[in-house]
């Protein structure tokens, strides 16, 4: 509201008559006192409108009940203002961009605003199945509308267990090495992702030996090194019989990645290569076999000793109808072991003796599968 005061006569007249004017309001009536005061203020009130459209987020009607600790938080602003779910927020009229964060990245869609009316937008949400088995690099899983794997790191677990609201539209879910898959979410849908789930992908299925006699061969290395491609790598523990599902997204499938295992106490200079499997839905399993050297029993004329010694294994592998020795994959003490894949494999041992000093024992050994 405008107030506009006048003090004399002459001034009141002029500019009212000029207000008057300007508005096209035609001739008026003015009156005063008769000392040239004016008896009463002149209040105008200019008229105007506004008339927002009114937008409302809401939540998929399976988690609107739900507990806030299950659900990860994904704040959604529009026009730079923060939307609650189920409250009306005032918003300009026409097609409004909405921005709905979490972790490191960032999803958008649009409404169609209308004046004097209400535009409800209903998320979509994903929710994890926990897997049965260990999935390499689950605990990084980076997701985008866009299909560009923006990334979350560090996330965990904790991430993994939430509903996680999304804009409805196409996503890309990324995860391990070269994992994934691609959905689709529809509003008000809460949609199912288990990582176990090999229909549209391929994978490695890699199980640690059912027992293990004596102790890894390795003293500083007591986890599973696979790399893809010697591009990147992942670090597993296996505790023995446990297994770990390395996964190949659809849309990796041409570009020839090599995965590569090393168990604890191979060298770095060796690998063992793993095959993905030909086709989607397929699973490649290497169950893999244990190699436990004890000391070496040393027939005396006392009797038997337990000599305490070293051991290298080879690797066999037949070349033009020759069975050869491949890379050395290690060098340990007696009493120790290796995790190894099935095949056939030599053993050099040497040990100390007081008749010739040094001597050496060598054996070929068959390892079956484990399990």
Not at 89 to 105: F, T
Not at 267 to 291: C, H, I, K
Not at 292 to 304: K, L, P, R, W
Request: aromatic share 8%; proline share 5%.
């Amino acid at each position: 509201m405008i107030r506009i005061q006048f003090r004399t006569r002459a001034a009141w007249r002029l500019s009212v008559a000029a207000l008057v004017s300007s508005l096209g309001l035609g001739a008026c009536a003015m009156e005063s006192d008769d000392e040239g005061e004016l008896e009463d203020e002149v209040v105008i009130t200019p008229p105007g409108d506004d008339h927002p459209g009114f937008l409302v987020v809401q939540l998929p009607q399976e988690l609107r009940n739900a507990a806030p600790a299950t659900i990860d938080g994904f704040p959604v602003t529009v026009w730079g203002q923060w939307a609650t779910y189920g409250v009306p927020l005032a918003v300009p009229v026409g097609l409004a961009a909405l921005e709905g964060r979490w972790g490191n990245g960032s999803s958008y869609t649009t409404a169609e605003i209308v004046r004097d009316q209400t535009t409800t937008v209903t998320f979509a949400a994903m929710k994890f199945a926990a897997p049965t088995e260990a999935v390499g690099g689950i605990n990084s899983l980076p997701f985008s509308s866009q299909g560009d794997g923006l990334g979350v790191g560090g996330a965990g677990v904790e991430y993994a267990t939430k509903a996680q609201p999304r804009f409805a539209g196409p996503y890309r879910l990324v995860w391990g090495f070269h994992d994934g898959v691609d959905l689709q979410l529809t509003a008000n849908q809460v949609k199912q992702v288990n990582f176990g789930d090999l229909t549209n992908r391929r994978a490695i299925r890699i199980v640690a030996p059912p027992v293990r006699e004596f102790p890894d061969c390795s003293s500083n290395r007591d986890y599973y090194w696979v790399t893809a491609s010697n591009v990147s790598s992942r670090r597993q523990k296996l505790a023995a019989g446990q297994s770990v599902l390395i996964g190949e997204a659809a849309w990796k499938r041409d570009q020839g990645i090599v995965y590569t295992l090393w168990t604890p106490g191979m060298f770095e200079s060796t690998a063992l290569r793993l095959d993905m499997p030909a086709q989607l839905g397929q699973v490649a399993e290497y169950r893999l076999g244990r190699l436990d050297i004890d000391d070496v029993a040393v027939q005396t004329s006392g009797g038997i000793q337990k000599v305490r010694g070293s051991y290298r294994i080879y690797q066999l592998k037949m070349v033009n109808g020759q069975e050869v020795e491949g890379e050395n994959l290690n060098v340990c003490s007696t009493h120790t072991g290796l995790d190894v894949l099935p095949g056939r494999y030599r053993i050099y041992v040497t040990y100390q003796t007081i008749e010739a000093g040094q001597k050496t024992t060598v054996m070929n050994v068959d390892v079956p599968p484990g399990g």
